[in-house]
């Protein structure tokens, strides 16, 4: 079934309605799942990271190694979702291919940021959190924190691009 079948009154392609709506569907899924992500990274950076300054750097230490051991299983879900949709409608909406690629550009680039920064460090919060705060180089935690977070801002832009994008979609799929 292909894609474009012919040409319209202005001499635009005509879609095929059944990858339209395949496009569509995979368009919503994308964006709420990129919702998802963003919602997460705004919230740490407007209420989590003037909160975890409060803390003792033990408990900031728990709480967030806790919190990664947790998301760092259930995250990637919203993330595949935000990609895989993203990518669908690249293949499948001509007309909005700018908006999808764009998209999936500004998800690709915070995946590249969360890898560099965030996930190594999720890593050794996890581990320090698991070991009770007991391993020799845990007296950096603040520091560890603070790099953590200096990826929240560019991470948080990137997703509100991804966001919009695939809301523009939506008014370029008709």
Not at 66 to 81: L, N, S, T
Not at 89 to 115: D, E, F, H, K, N
Not at 136 to 164: C, N, T, Y
């Amino acid at each position: 079934m292909p894609f474009v079948t012919a040409q319209g009154l202005r001499g635009e392609p005509r879609v095929n309605r059944s990858c339209l709506v395949v496009a569509i569907v995979a368009i919503f899924a994308a964006i709420v799942a990129i919702a998802v992500v963003f919602g997460t990274d705004v919230f740490f950076t407007v209420v989590g990271r003037p909160a975890l300054a409060r803390t003792s750097a033990p408990a900031m230490l728990e709480a967030m190694g806790r919190m990664h051991e947790v998301a760092d299983r259930r995250m990637p879900v919203f993330g595949i979702i935000g990609l895989a949709g993203c990518a669908l409608a690249v293949v499948l909406m001509p007309r909005a291919r700018l908006a999808t690629s764009t998209a999936l550009a500004a998800q690709l680039l915070w995946l590249a940021i969360y890898a560099k920064i965030n996930k190594p460090l999720n890593a050794r919060m996890i581990e320090a959190a698991r070991a009770g705060g007991a391993l020799p180089d845990v007296r950096d935690a603040r520091g560890w924190q603070k790099h953590w977070e200096s990826a929240l801002v560019p991470r948080s832009l990137l997703m509100g691009i991804a966001l919009v994008a695939l809301l523009l979609t939506i008014v370029l799929a008709r």
